[in-house]
Structure formats: structure tokens, C-alpha cells
């Protein structure tokens, strides 16, 4: 029912005159983008695409892969758009804690780490380097901003208190350090929606097949994770594993976003990849755009197991009723979704043109 009021409110205030720059919501997404395609850069677009979102900035951490080469596929596919008005923030290119050589040698004490992103064996590269192959959409000649991607939350969120979400859907390494910069940045965002975590998924994936509680978002910088998870949000949204592996993004619906004929309709099909199909990022995105998607949530208390040892990284729940003494906001966990709604929703908000820069204030119209 609130839902359905919700909705209802924002149909109205889109409707009024003037209403709908009025209630256009103000994100900061905050994403591992690995490219090209895919569902990092197709979750970051659901929100640039919609015409109620206001993207204040697009905040790149090192996860899936380097920070460096992700912001060079994220300004590219801007550049592809028309949309380079919207800065891009370099993130942390590193983990607060955890290292590479520590998964690795966990990896021969404890048994196969299945998924490691960045640091996996067969796409390594140094940090810093951005391979022109790995970049085969074209090297960007849009630059990232000068600002670093945890002074930009802040800075929005006082800019704009109780107004700024922050949709977290890579490591949590960014937005970490902007709870540890400023202590009051958590109290003055309005809500906190985040790709994470694991409870109890079914799946023979061998990711998930040895541990069901392994997650890479909280896995790769658990620390951070610990951090994001313990502060006292004014509302927290996880989208765990356990319902993205129900989402899958089909040659069929790349195809009909493409016959749109937009730019961005010819980048998914030509850049379409069956093997990496579940729509991880684009469900956070979605959820937070049209909450009426969701069809089953349940809150729990999260966290990520800090202790280095063969749980280290695993997401840890509790309901609220048990929850430990140290804990942060109870988290509004997304456990099922309408698959009908929600891909129609993302085939239509990526087949549509995509929204230009206002000339008026710098905001999407």
C-alpha cells in the first residue's frame, strides 16, 4: 500500500506544472564500471535514462576491474550518449585492507576463490595500466573530475541534505571513506540502495555452490563493507545475490533495445555477453526507480565478516530481534521481483533517447 502511495505521489507532482523538475530524485552512483557493456555500465545508464532521476555523478571504485580502465569505459560510453556533463569521480583503486596477495594465499589455505575481478589470473594487468585492447569500444577523450569520489558524496550531501541517494552497487571502498571522512555524511544522504551480500541463494554456480554466504561487492573489500553497513542510514536497500540470479539480460531484449536505434540501443547488442547475464546492478537501479518491482523483501540487520580466515568477507544477517549491540540502520533486503515488470522496465528506459543536458541548470530534462 505505501508503495502504491508512493507512486501515486509521483505521478501527481509529474503531472503538476512544473512538478517534474521539482521531483526529479538526485542519485550518486557509485559502481565498479567494467566494460564494455555489461551490468555495471548498464546499471549506471537505468539511472542516467530516466527522466525522474538527476545523476549528480557517476563515482568509479576498482572491483570487477581497475579503477583506471573502468573509468575509461565509463567516460567512453558517456561520450557515446551525449552525456558528458555528468562528472566522474575517481574512486579508491584499492581495498582498505584486503590485497591481492592475501586472496591469493587464502586461496590455497581455504580452496578456490571462483571470482576475484580485478586480481583474477586470466584478465590481470597492473593497476594502473589501461591496455588499449582492453578498451575496444575506443579510448575516451573526455578526462575524469579533479575531485576525488568520496569529497564529491560529501559535497552533495551537503549541498543537498536528506535529498542525495547514494546507489552503491560495487565495493563499498568509496562510500566508506566517505563515512570515515565526515561523520555526519550518512545522517544527511537520504537513503543508501546497494548491489551486496548473500543469504541463501539456489544456484549450482560454483561461486556460490562452497559458500553461500560469498559475495563479491562485500568480499573484496570487507572492511569497507563492515564500515557502509554499521552507520545509521536514514534508509538502507540490498539487493542481494539471492534475487539477481533470478534476472537475466537476453539476446532477445538486447536486440529490442537496439531496433530504438539509439546510441546506446547499438552499444548493449554489440557488446552483449551470454556469459555474464544476470542484471546484478540494473535490479538495484530498477528497485529504487519504480519500488512496485519488488514482490517479496525482508529487513535484516547485515554486516561482513571481518575475520581473516576462510569466512573472511561472508555476509552475515540477523533479524532485527537478534541483532548484536554494535549494528547499523536494518536493512530493507530485496528477496523477489516481478521479472516481467522489471524487464520492461529496463528495455524501455534503455530503448528511449537518452536525456540531454538542461540548458537552463546543467540537469537532464
Known amino acids: 500500500m505505501k508503495q502504491v502511495q508512493l507512486l501515486l505521489y509521483f505521478t501527481v507532482l509529474l503531472l503538476a506544472p512544473g512538478g517534474f523538475a521539482q521531483s526529479r530524485r538526485k542519485v550518486i552512483v557509485d559502481e565498479d564500471a567494467a566494460g564494455p557493456g555489461g551490468s555495471n555500465l548498464q546499471a549506471m545508464m537505468t539511472l542516467v535514462q530516466s527522466p525522474a532521476v538527476e545523476t549528480l ?204 536505434g539509439t546510441p546506446l540501443g547499438l552499444y548493449l547488442l554489440k557488446y552483449y555477453d551470454s556469459t555474464i547475464d544476470y542484471m546484478w546492478d540494473e535490479l538495484a537501479a530498477a528497485a529504487w526507480i519504480d519500488p512496485s518491482i519488488v514482490t517479496a523483501a525482508t529487513d535484516y540487520v547485515l554486516d561482513a565478516n571481518i575475520e581473516h580466515g576462510p569466512n573472511y568477507g561472508d555476509t552475515l544477517s540477523w533479524p532485527e530481534r537478534d541483532k548484536p549491540r554494535l549494528s547499523g540502520t536494518p536493512v530493507h533486503v530485496v528477496m523477489d521481483v516481478n521479472n516481467e515488470k522489471f524487464d520492461k522496465l529496463f528495455v524501455d528506459l534503455m530503448s528511449s533517447p537518452t536525456p540531454k543536458k538542461d540548458q537552463n541548470g546543467g540537469n537532464p530534462n
Open 57 to 260: 555523478g557517476i563515482s568509479v571504485v576498482s572491483g570487477d576491474q581497475w579503477r583506471d580502465e573502468e573509468l575509461a569505459h565509463t567516460l567512453r560510453l558517456l561520450e557515446i550518449v551525449g552525456r558528458t556533463d555528468i562528472p566522474v569521480l575517481p574512486g579508491a583503486a584499492f581495498p582498505l585492507v584486503h590485497t591481492r596477495d592475501e586472496a591469493l594465499l587464502d586461496e590455497q589455505l581455504f580452496g578456490k576463490i571462483n571470482y576475484m575481478g580485478a586480481w583474477d589470473r586470466n584478465s590481470w594487468h597492473e593497476p594502473f595500466a589501461v591496455p588499449t585492447s582492453a578498451v575496444p569500444e575506443g579510448m575516451p577523450s573526455a578526462k575524469p573530475a579533479g575531485e576525488d569520489a568520496a569529497h564529491f558524496m560529501i559535497r552533495m550531501a551537503r549541498q543537498y541534505p536528506h535529498r542525495v541517494t547514494i546507489v552503491a552497487v560495487g565495493p563499498m571502498t568509496d562510500v566508506a571513506l566517505a563515512l570515515r571522512l565526515d561523520p555526519e555524511f550518512a545522517q544527511l544522504a537520504q537513503e543508501l540502495v546497494f548491489m551486496g551480500g548473500s543469504l541463501n541463494p539456489v544456484s549450482s554456480d560454483p561461486e556460490w555452490e562452497s559458500d553461500l554466504r560469498h559475495e563479491f561487492n562485500f568480499w573484496f573489500d570487507p572492511e569497507a563493507a563492515h564500515i557502509v553497513l554499521g552507520a545509521r542510514w536514514p534508509k538502507a536497500t540490498g539487493v542481494p545475490v539471492d534475487v539477481s540470479i533470478k534476472t537475466h539480460f537476453t539476446h532477445a531484449m538486447a536486440e529490442q533495445i537496439a531496433r530504438s
